[in-house]
């Protein structure tokens, strides 16, 4: 599946993914100054081979809305637990990049198990490799995205 983000105006770009078999789905995606919020989605869900989360279920069939709008397919690879601990996956990384602090190991650690116990999850695992990975690529992307302008677009593979 192609996954496309078009740099917007300063409040709102554009998420949309192409499946395999042509069809699409888009949606407006708020501007957050880092990588946006469904790019670092893009990047853990890729690294960790995370198949019952937003990008899998998309790529299944479901349309992006502010809930997402399944169809059989898409219900059928969807785990609830998988969901909410990439949510909290990726609410950590964002709170670490949004601070003015290098992202450490373990201040990630750190906030996804509040994350997590606040949400009653078992705690995911995610190696410092694993995450050394993805904070080097979420990195490279929010610098590429920045750089971008209006209009323009990055398409990635998932």
């Known amino acids: ?13 554009q998420l949309r993914c192409v499946r ?9 995606m708020p501007e ?5 919020h469904d790019m670092i989605h893009y990047v853990v ?10 990008f899998a279920q998309v790529r299944a069939g479901a349309d992006i809305s502010f809930s997402l709008e399944h169809n059989e397919a898409s ?11 990439t949510e909290s996956i ?12 290098t992202p450490t190991y373990a201040g990630f ?3 996804l198990e509040q994350s997590c116990s606040n949400r009653k999850l078992a ?18 992307l929010t610098l590429e995205w920045q750089g971008m302008g209006e209009g323009q677009s990055l398409t990635l593979k998932f």
């Open 123 to 140: 705690l995911p695992e995610v190696s410092q490799t694993d995450f050394e990975h993805i904070i080097n690529e979420i990195m490279d």
């Open 90 to 101: 990726v609410e950590s990384l964002q709170s670490l990049l949004w601070s003015a602090d």
């Open 20 to 28: 395999m078999d042509g069809s699409e789905t888009q949606t407006q």
């Open 45 to 54: 869900e890729k690294r960790l081979h995370i198949q019952g989360a937003f």
């Open 75 to 85: 219900l059928a690879v969807a785990d609830k637990t998988l969901i909410w601990q």
């Open 1 to 13: 599946m192609q996954v496309i983000f078009t740099k917007g105006s300063k409040r709102y770009g």
């Open 32 to 36: 957050q100054g880092i990588a946006p």
């Open 109 to 111: 650690l750190y906030l």
